[in-house]
């Protein structure tokens, strides 16, 4: 549903970096999500590691892991330049209801002949990326996190930036917290939206109302908003 912008976001995600740095550098069935592993505060402060009990947190599954036997000249070229992409890392938990998820936001994972590539990063006081369930990388999430105020700046600097995160089940749809589907579809008025967060450096956290959607990226017909919350934190360079 949402998956196939995914290298666009990271693409703009990157030139964004650049011009800022210069030189320097659905109602479908929701599978159940993964047992948390980490703090997704710990995350924001650098350290995905471990957690409170000192278990390893998960990680995405890097190229020393990857274990594709890929006998492919060419397309073990391609997944070499992948696995050399870096775009931030991190941890987002969401729930939904009794249906938790837990992504992995870095690295990427393979499925099926497609590549899932998880981004996350902090930039002019927005909160953007998006990532996989490290496993079943085909259930994925999108987010964009403007700080609680983002009205209240007149330069238009979040106008297009509005707050949302988006959970992709595939062919099953998926769940969305979006204002912005009211444009679109008037009935998912308070239905759809983050309703109350904070964005504290790399870390954000907060309460959503979700409505579920069909795989065509429409709300299904009749469904109503299912309260949620969420924990997103990227790892901070």
């Known amino acids: 549903m949402m998956r196939e912008v995914v290298l666009v976001v990271v693409l703009a995600l990157t030139a964004m970096g650049l011009a800022a740095c210069g030189d320097d550098g659905g109602a479908g069935s929701a599978p159940s999500g993964a047992d948390t592993t980490a703090s997704v505060s710990d995350v924001g402060q650098g350290d995905a590691s471990e957690d409170g009990s000192g278990e390893e947190a998960a990680e995405g599954v890097g190229p020393e892991d990857s274990g594709s036997g890929d006998t492919d000249d060419g397309g073990s070229d391609v997944q070499d330049v992948i696995d050399d992409l870096d775009f931030g890392d991190g941890l987002a938990r969401v729930t939904i209801g009794d249906t938790s998820f837990e992504f992995v936001l870095g690295g990427n994972e ?65 769940w969305a917290a979006d204002m912005s589907l009211t444009e679109r579809f008037p009935g998912a008025a308070g239905e759809s939206q983050i309703d109350q967060w904070t964005l504290e450096g790399s870390v954000a956290k907060g309460t959503a109302t979700f409505i579920a959607m069909e795989s065509f990226s429409a709300p299904v017909d009749g469904s109503a908003g299912v309260e949620g919350s969420f924990e997103i934190g990227c790892e901070e360079s």
């Open 110 to 174: 393979s499925a099926n002949g497609t590549t899932y590539i998880g981004v996350c990063q902090e930039l002019f006081g927005l909160l953007n990326g998006g990532g996989f369930v490290s496993g079943d990388p085909q259930i994925g999430i999108e987010f964009t996190i403007p700080p609680p105020d983002w009205e209240s700046f007149g330069d238009g600097r979040y106008d297009n930036s509005m707050p949302r995160i988006e959970i992709d089940l595939g062919d099953s749809g998926g």
